[in-house]
């Protein structure tokens, strides 16, 4: 049964989380027993929940699982997961395997720079502000590095500023962005914050002004590459890898099946981006704005090398942390880089990439042969069992 209440409640925010729980429960009309799932913070204490956002009542689980079978640039990683969809990790683990007779992934390095975006309006003379901004890019690095020493310190900051007009419906503008090393951050507060800093000398460069300061999610300088080769025979002989490659065709020839075929990667991606307490939220926009550059398209390639093997390349924007946030706060954040072996951001996003790869070959694999459906009623028959 559902009940009509009114969602006006003024500082809901005020409450302690037993005052909130109490006041939702009445006015949605809870029972007992729901009040105290909502009661149960699991590992957390719910003053740590209280302040990582506003108006928190509850924690929400999911599943946290264990890829298996992972070779990266030669070492073996057992990777997290977190996410509710059956098949999903035994797929991942079972292709994995199949790549480790040629080598594993090969991932490249990454260069670990975020883009900050500071944007200029009302601005007299584009041109001439254009080279105002290039002639003082030294004073800008300078201002915008001293905002942050520890990074400084450790060797990121600033490296570089480009300075780009643009014609908007609201007329000429200059974007300037920040090109600042990030080092082992996801980089979203020392970006943000070095963009706001250097606001008010653009300001003064331009005799314009200043609205949005703000981090792009489109880490085009944060790219993550990877490739590997997954065995003919174990993926399932000539006819299966025929198949991969006119998925791969068709997802390149037609924009509803590139979403699909997209989604599968970011299946593996977000599940451990979960798992290590990233955004979510900023790896996916990153990889499908990625994807629409040029037209929206896969993010991987495929082909069939001399043996008849399928090999597969994946590249995408990957802004993955190790420190800051809830990465370094969540518990199990911590405990998964910990069964990765991992301690920089850049090794992070390698093993992410990879998992990517692994992941939509697996699906590909599974829709090029007996389908996805099957894998999932494997699933659900052990489910019945285990009830029997
Ligand atoms: C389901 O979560 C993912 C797939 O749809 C991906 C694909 O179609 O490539 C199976």
């Known amino acids: 049964m559902t009940m009509n209440y009114s969602s006006e409640i003024s500082g809901f925010y005020k409450l302690s989380i037993n ?14 027993e729901e009040t105290s799932i909502l009661k149960n913070f699991g590992y957390f204490k719910p003053e740590q929940m209280d302040i990582l956002i506003e108006n928190v009542i509850a924690s929400y689980q999911l599943p946290y699982a264990i890829a298996c079978n992972f070779m990266v640039n030669g070492r073996d990683y057992l990777i997290p997961m977190v996410l509710e969809e059956p098949s999903v990790v035994a797929a991942a683990s079972n292709v994995a395997r199949m790549t480790r007779k040629w080598g594993g992934f090969q991932s490249e390095k990454i260069p670990q720079v975020m883009i900050g975006q500071v944007q200029i309006v009302d601005i007299k003379n584009t041109e001439e502000s254009v080279k105002e901004i290039e002639a003082h890019k030294e004073e800008l690095i300078t201002l915008a590095n001293k905002q942050d020493p520890i990074l400084i310190k450790l060797g990121g900051g600033v490296e570089d500023i480009e300075v780009r007009p643009l014609d908007t419906i609201k007329g000429p503008m200059i974007i300037v962005h920040l090109l600042v090393n990030v080092l082992d951050a996801m980089g979203a507060n020392a970006v943000n914050t070095m963009a706001e800093a250097v606001a008010p000398y653009l300001e003064e460069l331009t005799e314009g002004k200043v609205y949005l300061r ?4 489109l880490a085009t300088h944060r790219m993550a590459k990877c490739k590997a080769t997954f065995d003919k025979e174990m993926l399932g002989g000539e006819e299966v890898v025929e198949g991969i490659i006119n998925a791969y065709a068709f997802a390149k020839a037609d ?18 981006t979960l798992a290590t307490g990233n955004d979510t939220r900023a790896i996916e926009a ?61 090794e992070l996003a390698q093993v992410a990439v990879a998992l990517g790869l692994c992941q939509n070959v697996a699906a590909l694999r599974a829709l090029a042969s007996e ?10 028959k052990r489910k019945e069992q285990k009830k029997s």
């Open 19 to 32: 005052e909130r729980l109490a006041l939702i429960k009445e006015k949605v009309g809870l029972t007992d």
């Open 214 to 217: 703000i981090i792009s999610n």
């Open 255 to 272: 924009t509803y099946r590139a979403s699909t075929h997209n989604k599968g990667i970011m299946n593996g991606i977000i599940a451990l």
């Open 286 to 346: 990153g990889a499908h704005t990625y994807a629409a550059l040029n037209g929206y398209s896969p993010l991987s390639t495929f082909k069939v090398d001399v043996n008849g093997n399928l090999v597969g390349e994946l590249e995408l924007p990957l802004a993955l942390g190790i420190i800051g946030g809830l990465t370094k706060t969540h518990p199990l954040a911590r405990i998964s880089l910990k069964i990765l072996g991992i301690d920089n951001a850049e």
């Open 371 to 380: 389908g996805i459906q099957a894998g999932h009623m494997r699933l659900h």
